[in-house]
């Protein structure tokens, strides 16, 4: 399995991004797919997870819908829709898969791919 986070940038407080995470050698519904951030200095947090059994969208609170998971089984691809963006939301994102029948954690992931710089300027 290979991950692949894309679509980071630089964007003003406000401004909205969609990142996207696509996988190779894998049938994406076969995995709960998540999307983590670690801002500097700070640990990685969950942010959302789209689980395998049936598509179920899971947000962290924190965000206060700010953030939408979304997943296009055809294009084998997992989407991160931010809108409203702070310069907290800073950090590299990452979209890791896992099998377990949680997903809310780190360690609930087994692959992980390398992550997108998201930075937002106020």
């Known amino acids: 399995v290979q991950l692949q986070a894309s679509g980071g940038g630089l964007v003003q407080t406000g401004g909205s991004l969609r990142l996207s995470c696509a996988a190779s050698?894998?049938?994406?519904?076969?995995?709960?797919i998540g999307w983590f951030r670690q801002a500097p200095g700070k640990e990685r947090v969950f942010v959302a997870a789209?689980?395998?059994?049936?598509?179920?969208?899971y947000n962290s609170d924190a965000l206060r819908g700010r953030f939408t998971i979304s997943r296009d089984n055809a294009k084998n691809t997992v989407y991160l829709q931010m809108n409203d963006l702070e310069p907290e939301d800073t950090a590299v994102y990452y979209c890791?898969?896992?099998?377990?029948?949680?997903?809310?954690?780190?360690?609930?992931?087994?692959?992980w791919g390398q992550g997108t710089q998201v930075t937002v300027s106020s």
């Open positions: 890791p898969a896992g099998e377990r029948r949680t997903w809310f954690t780190d360690r609930d992931y087994d692959v």
């Open positions: 050698g894998v049938t994406f519904t076969w995995y709960n």
């Open positions: 789209v689980s395998r059994n049936n598509g179920k969208k």
